[in-house]
């Protein structure tokens, strides 16, 4: 097949700025949810009565004012489940749907009740009579750990090098440990699923979920029926963050087993409080951390530990504790390096994926032992990022044993230093805060380095199905999920560049395990890198068939067939596209293809701690300056400044989207979303009124964000662009350090305040009281 040759552009072709797809929908309010979809006479509701211990044998559920309430169809527990009571997505039969005779955290499920309406299945299920029988209960992963809690999965260590050499030969050696606080994904829709039976074993479920193929297998093992008699629908999600990756599966089964048992429409959404007190959230960590380093701050060597509150059974815990230690070295090189994680079990909700997967976390610690080398040495923090960054040769191997061969980390962190005017804004900093006694300032510059595939090699694939119908109309089927960040657009894109048509014909429809089978979750940010390749491969097939038709038809070669804007050129000849593919089906050609890809070169060994888990690096920096209240510890952000490197933007204006978005909920996570169990094991921050998100005052004052547009993938990726999901989440590290900063401002920068995170103004005005105590001593 001949390149694409073109005369002018296409309108909404890959690399142009578009509106996401369902936009204007979401103003309206037009956009159909799972909530919004028209409910069948005879629609049935269910909803789930909770735990309301830690950890207790249940020893008698009385339904009896249940079942009396008005509108009561039924109760499900876990004798009505026909096939296999678990939802572990690594088969370890560890997590049950409904409790069998023990509960493990607080708010676990317990049962389900089938009521007429939604309120009458709530209201009842609030009517059960649970009767049990204590057990100890560990909430705090290190105080877990000393009760000789287990571990849900086994540790992994990634070790390289020489470590006691590399400490034996260091001039300095500091030691540290911080706590990384978790995170509730608080996506604007819940948890919902809605189950309409078919004939035979077939169920159709309308899903939120992000992991339809996972769900299918989940509902099809809790109904013992065959993987085909179930099928998963998601149009689009109110927001999922790695919420709904696993978490949907609970409702979905619930919902499904009703479903059929009842032979009526079920649907399950939970309240909001409901809904933070039975998922899982960002896994919260303790980081202990030793690093040796010469007089320029360069390291000698590093032994670190992770330790992450996974709660009560496996989930993802073994990837996220996993990924936190791929991330651990951050943009630098570690000559001599130990990393080893911890998956404490505690009496708590089985955390789970969120944005960035354990990344974070494991960025956060890198960061920590940077910014503790700079007050050591008594130098700005960015002078030891720089010293230490990946270079080449000698200095490019990861902890992992993968080579970094496409590291722009000093391009991108120099322009940013310099548009930012970094070097005399500090300056400004310091000036402003010997002149200051009540509001400090502080800034921070730092980078990021994250690497892109699934950890899991086999999810590292993707399918799609397109058809072109004879008005010349295209409709595009894949296995990711639209949860608002724009991958049914960026794959619309994609297939009309492949035709040369305009964006307005094609269609991208809800994702659904009979078009697509086997999909991978969308998340690890691989949804444009998988099923933008596998729409590509599908339109390929499909075109190389319409330029072998021509040829015949023509009687021309194939560079003579030229797909052009809404044209194509058959030597002399020009036909519109729908002329071109009604003539096609005219001849009985094929106008349908399903496409794969899988992704190149990537391969893992756990056991040995080596190989190349990822396919390419995604590379940004970002510039925060602070100022904070010494006598109330509160703070604003006045300025945040960012570069990201998406390759080749297939979107740019979508790609800039999810870095704001992204600088902004990690924000969040480092500064205000403080999760709170009390003694008995119940989360109390469950509400908006207890659990700060960021609001529109909070963002900086100033906010610049610009991509490296420069910037090229130098792998083989859809049109050379690079994924942005998780990323730019790590952005805001810079807010933390600039935090950090201005409390160090008060002991004039000799000593490391050490944050925890979140760093709310009660912890920044605890770091201030320790250090003024600390001056007194």
């Known amino acids: 097949m001949n390149k694409m040759q073109t005369i002018a552009r296409i309108q909404g072709g890959a690399h142009e700025n578009q509106s996401h797809e369902s936009g204007h929908k979401h103003v309206a309010g037009t956009a159909e949810y799972i909530d919004d979809i028209a409910e069948p006479a005879g629609t049935l509701h269910a909803y789930l009565g909770f735990s309301e211990r830690a950890h207790a044998n249940v020893t008698d559920m009385d339904f009896a004012d249940v079942l009396s309430c008005e509108g009561v169809v039924g109760i499900l527990t876990h004798k009505d489940i026909p096939g296999v009571n678990d939802l572990s997505p690594l088969g370890l039969n560890d997590e049950p749907i409904l409790i069998t005779d023990k509960v493990e955290f607080f708010g676990q499920p317990l049962f389900a009740v089938i009521a007429k309406t939604r309120a009458q299945a709530r209201l009842a299920a609030r009517k059960a009579k649970v009767t049990y029988h204590d057990l100890p209960h560990q909430l705090d992963a290190r105080e877990a750990k000393a009760a000789d809690y287990p571990m849900v999965v086994s540790p992994m260590k990634l070790e390289r090098g020489d470590i006691a050499a590399g400490f034996k030969t260091a001039k300095h050696i500091v030691s540290g440990s911080m706590q990384i606080g978790g995170q509730d994904h608080f996506y604007l829709e819940g948890q919902i699923s809605f189950a309409v039976p078919g004939e035979d074993d077939d169920v159709t479920i309308y899903s939120s979920t992000q992991h339809p193929t996972e769900t299918q297998h989940m509902v099809a093992h809790a109904l013992h029926v065959p993987s085909n008699a179930v099928t998963i629908q998601v149009r689009r999600m109110g927001g999922g963050f790695g919420g709904k990756e696993t978490q949907a599966n609970l409702f979905a089964c619930v919902a499904a087993i009703a479903a059929k048992k009842y032979r009526a429409p079920v649907k399950i959404r939970l309240d909001r409080d409901d809904d933070m007190e039975a998922t899982g959230k960002r896994h919260d960590f303790y980081v202990d951390y030793q690093v040796g380093f010469d007089d320029d ?115 991108v962190v120099a322009e940013l230093e310099e548009s930012s005017d970094y070097a005399a804004r500090r300056e400004k900093v310091l000036e402003f805060n010997r002149n200051s006694r009540v509001i400090k300032r502080g800034i921070a510059l730092t980078p990021v380095k994250f690497g892109i595939s699934f950890t899991k090699t086999e999810f590292n694939q993707a399918g799609a199905l397109v058809h072109i119908y004879t008005d010349g109309s295209v409709q595009v089927n894949h296995g990711g999920t639209e949860m608002g960040q724009g991958l049914y657009t960026k794959v619309a894109q994609i297939v009309a560049e492949e035709f040369q048509i305009d964006l307005k014909h094609i269609k991208a429809t809800a994702t659904r395990t009979d078009k697509v089978p086997n999909t991978s979750a969308t998340a690890a940010s691989s949804g444009t890198d998988l099923n933008g390749m596998a729409a590509a491969d599908a339109a390929r097939q499909i075109k190389a068939r319409l330029v072998n038709f021509a040829c015949e038809t023509y009687k021309i070669q194939p560079e003579e067939v030229v797909f052009e804007p809404n044209n194509v050129r058959l030597g002399a000849q020009v036909m519109t596209f729908p002329q071109f593919i009604q003539a096609a089906y005219a001849a009985r050609v094929q106008l349908s293809a399903a496409g794969f890809y899988k992704t190149p070169k990537i391969h893992w060994d756990r056991d040995e701690g080596k190989g ?13 300056e602070v100022s904070i209240d010494t006598l109330t510890g509160e703070y604003q952000v006045e300025r945040a400044d960012v570069l990201h490197d998406v390759g080749k933007s297939i979107n740019p204006a979508l790609d800039i989207g999810q870095v704001e978005g992204a600088f902004v909920q990690g924000m969040g996570w480092l500064t205000t979303e403080e999760l709170w169990w009390d003694n008995k094991g119940r989360l109390r921050t469950h509400a908006p009124s207890t659990y700060k998100i960021p609001l529109a005052s909070d ?14 993938n130098r792998e083989e990726t859809i049109r050379r662009s690079k994924a942005v999901g998780e990323p730019p989440f790590m952005l805001p590290i810079s807010v933390f350090e600039a935090l950090s900063m201005a409390v160090a401002s008060t002991a004039d920068y000799r000593v490391n305040p050490r944050l925890d995170a979140p760093a709310t103004p009660e912890r920044i005005l605890m770091a201030l009281q320790r250090l003024k105590k600390q001056q007194s001593a």
């Not at 360069?298 to 936190?324: H, N, P």
């Not at 963002?699 to 090229?712: D, M, Y």
Request: with cysteine.
């Open 297 to 411: 701050g360069r390291i000698e060597a590093v032994d670190a530990s992770f330790m992450a509150r996974c709660g009560f059974c496996a989930d993802l815990s073994g990837a996220v504790t996993d990924r936190a230690l791929f991330h651990a070295d951050n943009a630098y090189f570690y000559p001599n390096v130990r990393l080893v994680s911890r998956p404490q079990k505690t009496n708590t909700v089985s955390n789970t994926a969120f944005r960035g997967f354990g990344g974070p976390q494991g960025v956060v610690g890198a960061e920590r032992i940077m910014e503790e080398i700079g007050y050591y040495l008594g130098k700005d923090p960015l002078e030891i990022r720089k010293v230490n960054f990946y270079g080449t040769d000698d200095r490019n191997l990861t902890p992992y044993y993968q080579t970094v061969e496409d590291n722009i980390i000093q391009r």
């Open 612 to 624: 190349r888990p990822f396919l390419y690096y995604a590379y940004g920096a970002s510039v925060s």
């Open 699 to 712: 963002r900086p004052r100033i906010f610049n964000v610009n991509l490296a547009s420069w910037s090229v």
